[in-house]
Nanobody, 126 residues
Framework: QVQLAESGGGSVHAGGSLKLSCVVS????????LGWFRQVPGMERELGAI???????TTYADSVKGRFTISHENNKKLDLQMSDLKPEDTAVYYC????????????????????WGQGTQVTVST
């Protein structure tokens, strides 16, 4: 059974930092990508960052580039270090797995990801 479990969400003031983690288990292959999405109620889900597990490649959306860092430990754990957080970063953050690598997060659609976590809330206050 495939499981992706996020942790590390919480509340922080603008300018602060948070680290999210996603523990992955049960994926029956080694060549896949793990990404961090975020979604605000009433808005489209946004893919912020994605990492290739077998290639160590990473790519970021412009909205988070330079502030967020995605990393992984082997193929079991995905982290998202978030710095200089802004109120507009407030969202539910999801990790998700895909067998497809594309050059930019904007090239992906939700349907490219076959496995999802339950999400963790991040709230950034002024």
């Amino acid at each position: 059974q495939v499981q992706l479990a996020e942790s590390g969400g919480g509340s922080v003031h603008a300018g602060g930092s948070l680290k999210l983690s996603c523990v992955v288990s049960g994926l029956p292959f080694a060549d896949y990508c793990l990404g961090w999405f975020r979604q605000v109620p009433g808005m489209e889900r946004e893919l912020g960052a994605i990492a290739g597990i077998d290639s160590d490649s990473t790519t970021y959306a412009d909205s988070v580039k330079g502030r967020f860092t995605i990393s992984h430990e082997n193929n079991k754990k995905l982290d998202l270090q978030m710095s200089d957080l802004k109120p507009e970063d407030t969202a539910v953050y999801y990790c998700a797995a895909s067998r497809i690598w594309r050059p930019r997060p904007s090239d992906y659609g939700d349907s490219d990801f076959g496995w999802w976590g339950q999400g963790t809330q991040v709230t950034v206050s002024t």
